[in-house]
């Protein structure tokens, strides 16, 4: 994972979530973005304490922009937003079942930057930069330094795409894709249109969540314009992340014709409690959003702290499904190496 430092000035004034003139472009919320964990302390108001700041959390450093910090209660260590951005010692312990490449991603390499795992549907690792770092992430180990960008990244899918007409679906991932400017992932889409046997384009992001004001005009009108058919799966893993200026940009995308879906983790002291799931699939289907996955966690090292049981993982689903509609309850999954599909667990 590496943080952005590249900025491209030709993309002009950010659009806020009314779509109004913003003085701050999204690019520019991203250089101010926090990135040690004394800032993030200052910033929260909480008192330096032996628990925070990782040794491990060098290789991953903090990084987390303003308007997502902005929905963080100061004062309070327990808060659900905050344990996803704020490294602590329990990183640098690990059980022996946690790896560095939980998923078998290696193996599924078809080469760097494009992945294959699963019928149909291939996988761009688009970009390494994320607008976040989640400290249950895992790819926090991916070596995204091995992957083309720009240009050379679209000659290889446009190869990998005419090689193979059984794949009718490209999945921008990353890192997060809509890191990349306007202008880039224009370009990325124009080569996946050029594919005659490609139906639909699926983009795989956080930022909508983490920073609105991402969701631009031109973003929006690209999406627009396209053939492809469209889905956006954002990444929210609690109703507080949602606020509303998020609700506003997730329903400024849902008018491109966008499919707009949810996948969640389920961890440890975020959203591990049938009320904290029932309120976040509510706020997103107030926001024209469908809970897509709830995620096991992946066991990448690192992470073992947000670990929640699969037994109470399904008790969970069992309970909001008493008391929410059919579709908004996500389905719960878990990766398993090897496998065709993602496993249902409940
Ligand atoms: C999760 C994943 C997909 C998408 O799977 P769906 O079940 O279709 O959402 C595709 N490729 C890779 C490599 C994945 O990890
Ligand atoms: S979970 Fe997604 S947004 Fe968060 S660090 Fe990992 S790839 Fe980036």
Redesign the pocket.
Known sequence: MEILTTSNGSVGAGLGPSGKATSETWQQMMKTAIRTVPELLDYLKLSRHSTFGAAASAKFPVFAPLPYLQRIRPENPADPLLRQVLPINAEDQSPPHFSIDP?G?DA?TLQPGL????HG???VVATGACAIHCRYCFRRHFPYSDGPGGGALREQLAAALAKDETLD?V?L?GGDPLTLVDEALSSLVDTIEAAAHIKRL?IHTRLPIVIPQRVTQSLVERLSSSRLQKVI?VHSNHANEIDNDVISSLQRLDTSGTQMLN?SVLLKGVNDSADALVDLSQRLLDAGVLP??LHQLDPVIGAAHFEVPIEHGRQLIAAIRARLPGYAVPRY?Q?IAGQP??TILG
Do not use: C, P, T
């Open positions: 998923l991603e599924a992945l294959q795992k699963y549907r291939l996988l679906e999945i991932s699926r799966v996948q897509y996955y999954v990766e599909n993602k």
